[in-house]
């Protein structure tokens, strides 16, 4: 009975323990997203996003992505989305590799030959990411859910989480499917229900701390998906 009641309080102040862990967490992501070298990486994009490049010599100021042709304002926020041109739902990069090789007129290779960045200096989508998202603070976060391809690809993006894939049979739920799960102390949110998924996807592109590094959504995926075992992995 003693030994009971010892592990109940042990468990009970292990809990306790990880509890203030993560509201310490918490309180430093604050600091950090009050005054963080994210800023400097949003002007380097703006400077990118107005830079004429590739072989047509123009800059991506009449990208239009989904609120009208060089329409930053609350664009991110609404993405995911349906776009007629394409005929395709497309996130946030597709979008941008779409209007780097319509309009300035880049091959695929050229503009993807480096997605991901490292902590001193951060790839052209990294910091593009940045700069269009920081124009949608303060936008409710609604990604396109009325056009046919829209609701399928949320179905696909659904059954996908919860298949079960690579060599380890990992899913996206196995590791975010249950309350408390963590992974050396970090918290994984149950990204399939509204209330866990919606303050962690607004704060995401990120600048991460413990690396110094500039990080996308585009990167995390790919980072968990590496975790999963499935292919090749970070493309660096
Ligand atoms: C093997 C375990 C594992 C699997 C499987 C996994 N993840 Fe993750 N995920 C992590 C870890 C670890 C983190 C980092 C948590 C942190 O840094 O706070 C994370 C973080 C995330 C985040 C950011 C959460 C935040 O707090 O900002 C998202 C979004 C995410 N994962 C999505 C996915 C998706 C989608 C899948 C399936 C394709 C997936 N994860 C599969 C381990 C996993």
Not at 215 to 221: A, E, F, G
Request: aromatic share 8%.
């Amino acid at each position: 009975m003693k030994a009971l009641a010892f592990g109940a309080a042990l468990a009970l102040s292990c809990a306790a323990y990880g509890q203030d862990v993560a509201k310490e967490i918490q309180r430093y992501r604050q600091m950090v997203a009050e005054g963080s070298p994210a800023e400097l990486f949003e002007l380097e994009g703006e400077e990118l996003w107005k830079k004429p490049q590739g072989p047509k010599n123009v800059s991506l100021q009449r990208c239009d992505l989904g609120e009208g042709p060089g329409v930053l304002k609350a664009a991110y926020a609404h993405l995911p989305r349906y776009f007629k041109d394409a005929d395709r739902v497309m996130d946030l990069e597709s979008r941008l590799l779409h209007c780097m090789s319509t309009l300035q007129g880049r091959s695929r290779e050229e503009a993807t030959a480096r997605v991901f960045g490292s902590a001193d200096r951060p790839s052209e989508f990294e910091l593009l990411s940045i700069y269009i998202a920081g124009q949608s603070r303060g936008v409710k976060i609604e990604p396109g859910l009325s056009q046919p391809k829209e609701k399928a690809s949320y179905e696909l993006g659904r059954a996908l989480y919860f298949h079960r894939v690579g060599a380890w049979d990992f899913s996206c739920a196995s590791c975010h499917g249950d309350e408390g799960k963590r992974i050396r102390m970090q918290e994984l949110p149950v990204l399939y229900k509204p209330e866990a998924a919606r303050p962690v996807i607004a704060t995401w592109p990120a600048y991460r701390v413990s690396t110094s590094q500039l990080v996308t959504l585009q990167w995390r995926m790919n980072d968990c998906y590496r975790q999963m075992r499935t292919g090749p992995g970070n493309k660096r």
